[in-house]
């Protein structure tokens, strides 16, 4: 059943092995996170794509240790969007090069 999918998704966010994502289309969207990476965001039809990058597991910490130095928070994740144009929106705009 549908309850069985959502409360499933629910356990595997709660155990930080799929993280959800609002890329403001009003719908979320899960994403599994065995290989950390961070998101590319086309602000203008919403696509998300994942970015991998061999520092990123140590941009993450350093975020972390930031946060929690500057706010006493204790950080329990990272997540890293980058907002641009995708390249079949920048060639339906004309912008691509």
């Not at 350093?62 to 928070?73: A, E, H, K, N, V």
């Amino acid at each position: 059943s549908m309850a069985t999918v959502y409360n499933t998704l629910k356990m595997l966010v709660t155990y930080n092995l799929v993280i959800e994502l609002d890329n403001g289309d009003g719908a979320t969207h899960y994403d599994y996170f065995g290989r950390p990476h961070f998101h590319v965001v086309c602000d203008s039809c919403a696509k998300i794509t994942d970015v991998f990058d061999e520092h990123f597991a140590d941009l993450a910490k350093s975020l972390g240790t930031i946060t929690r130095d500057q706010t006493g928070y204790l950080v329990t994740r990272t997540d890293v969007e980058v907002h641009g144009l995708c390249p079949d929106c920048q060639a339906k705009l004309g912008l691509a090069r």
